[in-house]
């Protein structure tokens, strides 16, 4: 995280770039004997935004592992991270976040752990004489998030990764200022074959190339008939193929164990609510983080004039792939209305349920249902989010239809002219009442003749 | 003169050197003329010229101490009596160390000790054994062996030790000198090499039980380079109890005294019987939870020392491997400079934090360290402290025990409760048998540091222990 001034575990600054080698460290970074480390609460802090904004749940208390490796990057021979195998709490978990089209992605934990240093081939991997190790990099705080296996393709990959990372940008933690900031390990089983894990992935734009490239070469193999193990392999950006990191792939040993030297954290409520609310800043970031999303002059400014309307916002755009410009003015206008029709209620309902209401307006534009239903939501009324499901215009969709199709029914008479339009219909839009379909579609039929 | 200075305790020293009457660099060069007097006791890896500390409003200014050579001093080597760190030269102090440095103290060496702070001897170390000057030919105990043997022989006032399973408080018992390790956190780990960081700590050996609690004065205390150390609670509300005289009352361990041999169990029951008479009270308390402490203390030393001790591959100091081969055959190498119980430790410690045997071994080990420390925690509520012998056994002859590795572990049964529990425990002389120191050891409550050095002060009182070897 370089939106924090110092290092994991101690002061060291975190702008290694351009540095010297080996010129940004100190005993407790480079693993000196007799160095303990000393957790920066700001981390915590920083990780904890992450969770609000991807509506995970933190957990009350954060403990420390030590996870053994030896590898000459790793200055301890451990990386001290949040994540146990053997099932510790992660700072936070569950949470989800949704795509543009509605998608939602589960967020299984986010946790912290600390960068290893970086080794330097001089001349290239292949060529160099020796292995150098550059610390200046080592102790910088990462926070790990992990999704579920939710992506069927890998736009979806890019997409999250593009999203989240805008996401993070307008909650201050400037993932997109400095090159490397955002990094991400792919998993991908193809057609029931083991999982094939994808590392050295530098972000949105390399992860779909190479779950593109790993999905064909998986492909490759199972019409070949070859079976596809469980393997780790990296992504080369310059030659764009992935390749196998060890010939035989062991279940790694990584000895987890607790740090004893960083006592528990405690995170309790109170803490995780003044993170939430500290999100907010002053009116001036509210209305510039606002313009910045697109919302217009007017709505911005009653958004950031009104910090419970303006953590709603954020909320909804900060874990949802909606047009954050159209969320914006929503919430200034007709929610703003509903909210201040009944006295201004604390606007303390479950953001999903909101979410829900919203999307549904945005996408069908029916008025008197969002006010309803906002109504229900501010009353603290359970939402049912089938019931939102945004209504399609059927005759929108019809008329669209006949003129993409007009050249096809040319030549089909009657029932099969009806026929064949209802399928293309439902292709579209399958969820469709078909007897109302087949209703209106027959009616515009006779009025074209 | 120099023999009226080696006679004077640290208190009395630095009573004189306040007053003016002896100065900082004459008790320094009379005890460093000692030292190389002495080294055939091998108490010491690195001595020290002198070096006038600028601190002179320092509470103990000018006096010379010893520093176990596992506790990191900028600029002054650091070995932990190992090949592996045989020229490693720390860049920063310990928090300890800057303590006794602000405090007016000029650092006399760094002592021998068994190598990472592994074992119970004072024999594994790659400077060789360090010896006892009761009776050269036997161990001083371990594993601050150079600084209980540098304190005993008059080689320093008092030294700084650290205690994982009774690294202090054992050799203070074969050496005849007062050792004590403080509550968990008491004094900051920052610089201490880690052995097993959730048991170890920082802690003094000295002549008497008033001039420990003079050192431990200046270093105690919560640091903000130590995540785990805290500033010490005032005195409970059983302060009322604790009275000048005696009147309080000890906790006898009887299920352990299987493991006693005969000499030392007639001085600890004399000790008790004396004591008993005195108005101390005792009474034998079952403690089911003591039979596997012994066993899961060292799961969990093992298991973090295996990690600790990762770090030791090469690659930013100690020996370097042959670098034009692969790291990985190179960090390997490197790792042969270990010693035979260091490599033990480690390859303990690696088995048992492998998954399959994590829950058999370490998962375990921390259930039974909870249940011993929740049991002690409740015997706590009717005594003021615990009473063991430090040892169960006399000093044995250096090489003796080389090949019988488990009973030198057992000598560990009283001392590794109080790392488990985190409880303060002090080590005290309490007779000679056969020319040999036998110590007794008070464990207190934790926290209550100061409660525990204030009975022990009046135990040792009682039982009026004087003797000094002759070397
Ligand atoms: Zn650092």
């Given amino acids: ?449 | 003169m120099s023999s009226g200075i080696i006679s004077k305790g640290a208190r009395q020293l630095v009573d004189e050197l306040q007053r003016g009457s002896l100065e900082a660099s004459e008790v320094f060069e009379t005890y460093r003329k000692r030292i190389n007097e002495f080294t055939k006791l091998n108490a010491f890896i690195t001595s020290l010229e002198y070096k006038p500390n600028a601190r002179k409003e320092g509470s103990i200014y000018g006096l010379p101490l010893a520093i176990k050579d596992n506790i990191s001093t900028e600029g002054i080597r650091t070995t932990c009596a190992s090949l592996m760190l045989k020229d490693y030269m720390p860049p920063y102090d310990a928090t300890a160390v800057a303590k006794l440095k602000a405090a007016g103290v000029s650092i006399l060496g760094k002592t021998n000790m068994d190598e990472f702070g592994m074992g119970s001897s004072g024999e594994n170390s790659a400077f060789g054994p360090t010896r006892n000057p009761w009776d050269i030919e036997r161990v001083p105990g371990g594993s601050s062996s150079g600084s209980a043997v540098a304190v005993s022989a008059r080689l320093s006032p008092a030294a700084l030790g650290t205690d994982t399973g009774g690294s202090i408080r054992a050799p203070a018992s074969f050496t005849g000198t007062v050792g004590f390790k403080p509550s968990y956190g008491y004094v900051s780990r920052y610089g201490l090499i880690a052995y097993a960081n959730s048991l170890e700590q920082i802690g003094v050996i000295a002549r008497t039980v008033d001039d420990v609690a003079l050192i431990f004065g200046v270093i105690r205390g919560k640091d903000r380079f130590d995540s785990t150390s805290t500033d010490a609670k005032p005195l409970s509300n059983n302060e009322s109890k604790l009275p000048s005289g005696g009147h309080f009352r000890g906790a006898l361990l009887p299920q352990l005294s299987d493991l006693v041999s005969k000499d030392v169990r007639e001085a600890f029951d004399s000790s008790v019987a004396k004591l008993d008479s005195q108005g101390i009270g005792f009474a034998e308390e079952k403690v089911e939870e003591l039979e596997l402490a012994l066993k899961s203390y060292y799961v969990v030393a093992c298991c973090e020392a295996t990690t600790n001790l990762a770090r030791y591959d090469g690659v930013r100091y100690g020996p370097v491997a042959d670098p034009s081969r692969d790291w990985k055959s190179a960090i390997s190498e490197s790792r042969t400079m270990f010693g035979k119980e260091v490599k033990a430790r480690i390859m303990l410690g690696s088995y048992m934090l492998s998954s399959g045997y994590y829950e058999e071994y370490y998962l375990k080990a921390l259930y039974i360290r909870r249940n011993l420390k929740l049991r002690l925690l409740k015997l706590s509520e009717s005594y003021d402290f615990i009473y063991t012998p430090t040892m169960p056994v006399l000093p044995w002859k250096i090489g003796e025990m080389i090949d019988d590795p488990l009973q030198v572990y057992l000598s560990d049964a009283f001392t590794v409760i109080a790392n488990l529990t985190g409880a303060p425990a002090i080590s005290i002389p309490i007779a000679l048998k056969k020319g040999l120191p036998v110590g007794g050891q008070l464990q207190g409550r934790y926290g209550e540091d100061d409660r525990l050095l204030e009975m022990a002060a009046t135990i040792s009182g009682l039982l009026k222990f004087r003797g000094e070897p002759s070397i």
């Fill in chain 1, 1 to 449: 995280m370089v939106s924090l001034k110092s290092k994991l575990f101690c002061t060291c600054p975190t702008d290694y770039r351009g540095k010297p080698p080996n010129t940004n460290i100190c005993p407790i970074c480079t693993g000196l004997p007799g160095a303990l480390p000393v957790l920066n609460v700001k981390a915590v802090e920083e990780g904890l935004k992450i969770a609000v904004a991807l509506h995970a749940e933190p957990s009350s208390a954060s403990y420390f592992f030590r996870k053994s490796y030896f590898y000459p990057d790793l200055p301890k021979n451990f990386q001290i991270t949040q994540y146990d195998k053997a099932g510790g709490v992660p700072l936070a978990h569950d949470g989800y976040y949704t795509l543009k089209k509605g998608k939602t992605i589960r967020i299984e934990r986010i946790h912290m752990e600390e960068d290893p240093g970086r080794i330097y081939y001089e001349g290239g991997r292949g060529e160099s004489r020796f292995s150098l190790v550059d610390y200046n990099r080592s102790g910088i705080a990462l926070v790990e998030i992990v999704t579920s296996p939710d992506f069927t393709e890998p736009g979806e990959a890019r997409e999250f990764l593009e999203l989240l990372q805008k996401n993070l940008d307008e909650i201050g933690i400037n993932v997109s200022e400095y090159e490397g900031s955002v990094r991400c390990d792919a998993n991908i089983s193809y057609a029931g074959g083991e999982r094939v894990e994808v590392k050295n992935i530098s972000g949105a734009t390399e992860v779909e190339k190479a779950l593109r490239y790993e999905s064909v070469r998986q492909r490759n193999m199972a019409t070949r008939g070859v079976k596809i193990r469980r393997e780790t392999r990296s992504w080369d950006e310059r030659r764009r193929i992935t390749i196998s990191s060890r010939s035989k792939e062991v279940e790694a040993e990584y000895r987890y164990m607790p740090e004893e030297d960083l006592p528990p954290v405690s995170l309790n409520q109170a803490i995780i609510k003044n993170i939430a609310l500290n999100m907010r800043g002053s009116f001036e970031d509210r209305y510039r983080i606002c313009t910045k999303y697109g919302v217009g002059e007017e709505a911005a400014k009653r958004l950031a004039g009104d910090p419970a309307l303006y953590t709603l916002f954020m909320s909804i755009v900060g874990a949802s792939g909606m047009d954050a410009s159209r969320v914006g003015n929503v919430l200034a206008n007709e929610f703003a209305f509903v909210v201040k029709k009944h006295n201004n209620p604390s606007l303390s309902g479950d953001i999903s349920s909101l979410e829900t209401i919203i999307r549904a307006y945005i996408s069908d534009g029916d008025r008197s249902r969002f006010i309803s239903a906002t109504y229900s939501w501010i009353s603290g009324i359970p939402v049912r989010a089938e019931e939102y499901k945004p209504k399609v215009d059927i005759d929108a969709l019809i008329d669209k239809t006949l003129e993409k199709e007009i050249k096809n029914i040319g030549n089909l008479e009657g029932k099969r002219r009806l026929d064949y339009l209802m399928g293309q219909i439902l292709k579209v839009s399958s969820q469709l009442n078909r007897k109302e379909l087949y209703i209106k579609l027959q009616k515009k039929l006779e009025e074209l003749g």
